[in-house]
């Protein structure tokens, strides 16, 4: 947040003329600043991203046997094309500004806007192709970053049987087989649940991949699954966990 407000107020300087760099370095200081603001906010918002695993690192060695009766809950995507919307109005909120002062007569030739005389050159007429190729860059990564938002990424699907749990997103997939573990639980705050299982002190699953990783020491769960995230409803779960471990050997 203080590193955004510091890189906005060096544009906003550079822009008004108040910090006077020389005319020819300046449109790259600011391009710079730019992309460097917006490669922020992409990172910013991936730290949000779903925790839960990319991919299993390899073939498990504990698997869920297939059984008939599976309840399937989840899939979709999060994506949201009126989000996507969102991000690009206020992308261009946000550019407009240092863009407009770019076109504004002063900065270009060091001098603040209200010193400016007339026919001073402005920041575009300086360094024109620093401009556009860093004002196309912007353009191109807040596009792609909107694009991003549309199409979102895969919720993840809950399949619950006789056999035990298996969750899968993209190519991660988790096993968890109800002779490893003593039962399943919903746990979670208030914003957040979580399916869990407690493991017998000697299962396979705090041994292998990708469940050793998912295994929180201090409760004793193995955190399978954020139901928010994945959407899927809390009480569906825990009929599909009281009908599935009454019938399972």
């Known amino acids: 947040m203080l590193f955004g407000l510091a890189v906005a107020g060096l544009v906003g300087n550079m822009a008004t003329g108040t910090l006077r760099i020389s005319s020819s370095a300046a449109p790259w200081v600011w391009v710079g600043a730019g992309v460097t603001v917006l490669l922020t906010m992409v990172a910013g918002a991936a730290q949000f991203d779903w925790p839960v695993g990319r991919r299993s690192p390899g073939a498990a060695a504990v698997r869920v046997p297939p059984t008939a009766a599976v309840t399937v809950l989840g899939g979709g995507r999060t994506g949201s094309w009126a989000g996507a919307a969102g991000v690009v109005f206020a ?25 400016a005389p007339p026919g001073a050159p402005s ?5 024109p192709w620093a401009f556009s190729i860093g004002f196309g860059c912007v353009c191109a990564m807040i596009l792609a970053y909107a694009v991003r938002v ?31 573990v003593s039962g399943a639980t919903v746990r979670g705050g208030i914003l957040t649940k979580y399916l869990v299982a407690r493991p017998h002190a000697t299962s396979a699953l705090l041994t292998t991949a990708p469940t050793m990783s998912i295994y929180h020491s201090r409760s004793g769960f193995l955190r399978i699954c954020d139901l928010t995230a994945a959407g899927i409803p809390v009480h569906a779960v825990r009929a599909a966990l009281r009908r599935h471990l009454a019938s399972s050997p």
């Open 150 to 180: 549309g199409r979102g990424s895969p919720r993840g699907v809950l399949e619950i049987s006789d056999s035990g749990v298996v969750f899968h997103r993209g190519r991660y997939r988790l096993d968890v087989p109800w002779s490893e």
């Open 91 to 115: 992308a261009l909120v946000i550019v407009s500004f240092p863009v407009a002062m770019a076109f504004t007569p002063g900065p270009g030739a060091g001098l603040p806007i209200h010193q």
């Open 123 to 127: 920041l575009f007429d300086t360094s």
